[in-house]
């Protein structure tokens, strides 16, 4: 059964720092593609980083520079680092893991998602 569990949200100030964690079973050092979403207050749901089967990884424009995703196959866990956050950046953030080693920015093409970790960040 696979498993993704988020973690490490919270609430900070504007310019400050978090480190998103999801536990995913399904993690092994050829793939599958892992990525995470976000989803603020009466927003669609978005890609904000993916890092495919292969180790490469890709950013939403709005991001980059700012988050750094990453994982450790060993312990099985998706990060996402986050720095220089600004209020925009609120939104309720997911794991998720596709079926294959690629990756995409399809919310629809995600098989497997974790329940989510809020962030907020205040001005």
């Known amino acids: 059964q696979v498993q993704l569990v988020e973690s490490g949200g919270g609430s900070v100030q504007t310019g400050g720092s978090l480190r998103l964690s999801c536990a995913a079973s399904v993690i092994t050092a050829s793939g599958p593609c892992m990525a995470w979403f976000r989803q603020g207050s009466g927003k669609e749901r978005e890609i904000v980083a993916t890092i495919d089967g292969r180790g490469g990884t890709a950013y939403a424009g709005s991001v980059k520079g700012r988050f750094t995703i990453s994982k450790d196959n060993a312990k099985k866990i998706l990060y996402l680092e986050m720095n220089s956050l600004t209020p925009e950046d609120t939104a309720m953030f997911y794991c998720?893991?596709?079926?294959?080693?690629?990756?995409?920015?399809?919310?629809?093409?995600?098989?497997?998602w974790g329940q989510g970790t809020q962030v907020t960040v205040s001005s």
């Open positions: 998720a893991a596709r079926g294959s080693w690629y990756c995409t920015y399809n919310v629809a093409d995600y098989a497997y």
